[in-house]
């Protein structure tokens, strides 16, 4: 009997970080620029979109394509923001109305309508182990 409780934890605990494992692949193409960084950023709230995201990473582009990975994100709604860093200077330009100087792209290829893209418009969903989305520019 022991034994059997022992078996029923371990498989618990497999199942649950299981849960908790997935991968969410980006794949930018149509990218102006053969060369350059992209900031990434993955926002999973409506409220944090475009001000907090909950991880970041920078890419290269390589012949107008790149591909950014988030390891360990939960299942969920998720939604992302991009940047290509045209003058390197690792922020994103803006003008003083604060519109981006420097080109964006959203999940969904969302777009703004007289402001940036709302949540709502980029968001997906990962609920799978492998998760893959493309992004245009």
């Known amino acids: 009997m022991k034994h059997v409780l022992y078996i029923v934890i371990f498989l618990f605990t497999i199942t649950t970080v299981a849960q908790n494992e997935y991968k969410l692949t980006i794949e930018f193409e149509e990218i102006a620029f053969e060369k350059g960084k992209l900031f990434v950023a993955l926002y999973n709230t409506e409220d944090s979109f475009l001000k907090k995201p909950i991880q970041g990473t920078i890419v290269e582009v390589n012949n107008g394509k790149a591909t950014a990975v988030f390891n360990n994100i939960k299942s969920g709604i998720y939604a992302v923001s991009s940047f290509y860093d045209k003058n390197n200077n690792k922020k994103l330009d803006t003008n003083f109305m604060g519109i981006p100087k420097e ?8 777009k703004g309508n007289f402001g940036p893209p709302k949540f709502k418009d980029a968001k997906f969903t990962v609920q799978e182990a492998q998760t893959t989305i493309r992004i245009n520019y």
Do not use: C, E, V, Y
Not at 103 to 110: D, L, R, V, Y
């Open 103 to 110: 080109p964006t792209a959203m999940s969904n290829n969302a």
